[in-house]
């Protein structure tokens, strides 16, 4: 199995370097290179071809929101996972929205980074309850109210019962290979599911599904 090829974005020297500095070296990373701004991450994944993209959101030039967005519009296979110091930054929804896989804060533990790494290289996505709560408050606030509840009911009168199974798992943050695992069907099955689900209930990425998944359980 190739390496999982890493970028690393942040303006911060020290902690952009102790970043590399926990990936050289592990099994199944490559770091393929540092970026220091947003434009210079666009111009890096062009070159340097990751899976994953560590995206720090503050820094100048061009912050880490606009660059996600502008990445996943031009090379929306790539994964970004996002840096933060708080998992309330409402930049955070927004990122997300844009197409991210995940957040991690950046105290994280160097052995949870490098899970979350394969994980998210794997198609899983990352998002805690309150990011989903969150996430979903702005797609109703951008969408407007009947919006909201044609995807409520679609939840329970349109999707199937294995799209629904298949959703629970993805807002568990479930790879599709585990999702096939678990409901012994093909991954290629698993992404039709996801494509379907995704249309029924008007989402535009995986990240969206998890998150409106995570809420309803919560319910």
């Known amino acids: 199995m190739a390496n ?21 070296g592990q099994d199944g990373i490559e770091v393929v290179g540092e970026a220091t701004d947003g434009l210079e991450a666009i111009k ?30 031009e090379v929306p296979r790539i994964n970004i996972l996002i840096l933060t110091v708080s998992d309330r930054e409402a930049d955070l929804f927004t990122a997300m929205r844009f197409g991210a896989r995940g ?16 994980h998210i290289a794997q198609g899983g996505v990352i998002v805690s309850s309150l990011v989903a709560t969150n996430l979903l408050d702005e797609f109703k606030r951008l969408a407007g109210e009947t919006a909201e509840k044609k ?8 999707l199937s019962p294995r799209e629904e ?10 790879t599709n290979k585990q999702i096939a695992d678990s409901l012994t069907i093909s991954e290629n099955t698993v992404k039709t599911h996801l494509r379907n689900i995704m249309e029924k209930l008007h989402l535009a990425n995986r990240s969206q599904a998890a998150a409106y998944a995570a809420k309803k359980s919560v319910q």
């Open 151 to 158: 995807a409520s009911a679609a939840i329970e009168k349109v």
């Open 4 to 24: 999982i090829r890493v970028l690393v974005v942040d303006d911060h020297a020290l902690f952009r370097r102790g970043i590399v500095a926990v990936l050289t």
């Open 165 to 174: 199974e298949v959703l629970q798992l993805v807002a568990k943050g479930a």
């Open 44 to 73: 890096k994944a062009r070159t340097t071809n990751p899976n994953v993209i560590l995206m720090d959101l503050n820094m100048p030039n061009c912050n880490g929101l606009e660059a996600t967005k502008a990445l996943q519009a």
């Open 103 to 118: 957040y991690i804060l950046k105290n994280v533990e160097p052995e949870e980074l490098v899970r979350n790494i394969f």
